[in-house]
């Protein structure tokens, strides 16, 4: 019995432990201007390396703020301030992007406050290619605690 309790105490400590606390910056990365032919415009394409990648498909929790941009969709989004059209430039690391995540909640949120951050964690999608999409967007989504 002490046997499948240790067991069972190691897969629960598992399931916490396997999140990774990420920040903004860890989410930074060059992009370039691409010509979409379909939409006649450029978009944003961010150029990925080793340390975005190896986040992709993972579970983790990042602080930012939630808005709603479409109530009849339930369209949220995760952004480092709040305003979250707002672009984020570096001379260092020659970027310009929007520090912006689609979140795709299971069950939709209840009382937000757009001024206030949140803690939330989900599984990490990296997007380079779909335009209709943000380029990070983070599935099964859950407000939780720090």
Known sequence: MKLISTILLLFCSFGVFSQKEITWDDLRCEIEEVWSEEFQGYFIKPKFEEKHTSL???????????????????YYTLSLNQNPFEFHYSKKKNFSQLMIMELQFNSKPNDINMKKEYWV???????????????????????VEK
């Open 121 to 143: 964690e989900g599984i990490l999608i990296l997007n380079e290619d779909d335009i209709l999409q943000l380029n990070y967007i983070l599935k099964d989504a859950v407000i």
């Open 56 to 74: 992709n498909s993972s579970k983790i929790k990042i602080k930012g703020y939630i808005t709603l941009i479409d109530d009849m969709v339930d």
